[in-house]
């Protein structure tokens, strides 16, 4: 059975930055692509970027470009969201997804996994 852990979820002000982590198990980790996606209230999840089992392939939504960053460290079985100049429409539930069959699409990923999703809150 897949499962998810996120954390590093929290409040902060606006400009400001967090981490978000995900950690896997029961899947093979260096072979499953993972992504991020985000809900905020009253929307729609989107995806928000997306990375290859090497970490090679790296894919961001426009609206996070050049602000946010995701990285993985297969050692760990552990996913990174780095979010920088945080902006308080960025206030969502922020969920950890996993295709561990590692296929590869441009802005979203292929029956994923989902973890819990922490809540990220942006003031202004």
């Known amino acids: 059975q897949v499962q998810l852990v996120e954390s590093g979820g929290g409040l902060v002000q606006a400009g400001g930055s967090l981490r978000l982590s995900c950690t896997a198990s029961?899947?093979?980790?260096?072979?499953?692509?993972m992504g991020w996606f985000r809900q905020a209230p009253g929307k729609e999840r989107e995806f928000v970027t997306r990375?290859?089992?090497?970490?090679?392939?790296?894919y961001y939504a426009d609206s996070v470009k050049g602000r946010f960053t995701i990285s993985r460290d297969n050692a760990k079985n552990t996913a990174y969201l780095q979010m920088t100049s945080l902006m308080p429409e960025g206030t969502a539930v922020y969920y950890c997804?996993?295709?561990?069959?590692?296929?590869?699409?441009?802005?979203?990923?292929?029956?994923?996994?989902w973890g819990q999703g922490p809540q990220v809150t942006v003031s202004s």
């Open positions: 997804a996993a295709d561990p069959n590692g296929r590869v699409a441009t802005a979203r990923l292929l029956d994923p996994n």
């Open positions: 990375i290859t089992w090497g970490g090679r392939n790296t």
């Open positions: 029961g899947l093979t980790f260096s072979r499953s692509t």
